[in-house]
């Protein structure tokens, strides 16, 4: 279904057009339509192309990096702290965020030396998360790429421009 000039497809139409990509990880996504606007968040963990879990939220005013960033704490909640899996994100952002830049910030006090932390309040969440599932591995995968889980996880955070 088209919104906002994009199409929008339920979870079950990605299951039926999707094949491709890995087929066990967790796979997260955020959605925003305006910045901000009304947005949405999707997690789907998979095991062997068979579904383990999936969890979505909503909220009436974000932004996209907000609601990637929802995505990617729920991913974390859900996992036991000794889960060995990957979790796919496909916010370059996000995933450098935690891979590469939360460690300085958090040793400078939470400051950036070019300015304050967007969303700071998350991305320390998410960085605890991180730190608390040492052998979870967090990777950026390519959007709209046709990969089928990371497909069904835009599908969860789309769902709220489904409703009327």
């Known amino acids: 279904m088209p919104y906002n000039g994009r199409l929008v497809l339920r979870p079950e139409e990605v299951l039926e057009r999707y094949h491709d990509g890995p087929k066990s990880g967790v796979f997260t996504d955020g959605s925003c339509e305006g910045n901000p606007g009304p947005g949405g968040w999707g997690v789907v963990w998979v095991e062997d192309d068979e579904i383990v879990a ?97 497909e069904y996880a835009d599908a969860l955070a789309s769902a709220y421009s489904l409703e009327s």
């Open 54 to 150: 999936e969890r979505s939220g909503r909220s009436d005013s974000t932004t996209n990096n907000r609601m990637e960033l929802a995505a990617l704490i729920a991913a974390y909640e859900l996992l036991p702290e000794d889960a060995r899996v990957t979790v796919h994100s496909d916010s370059q952002l996000c995933v450098r965020t935690v891979n590469e830049w939360a460690a300085g910030w958090e040793r400078r006090g939470w400051k950036r030396k070019s300015g304050p932390i967007a969303n700071l309040e998350l991305v320390k969440r998410l960085y605890a998360l991180a730190g608390a599932h040492p052998h979870v591995e967090l990777r950026w995968i390519k959007a709209h790429d046709g990969s089928r889980w990371n």
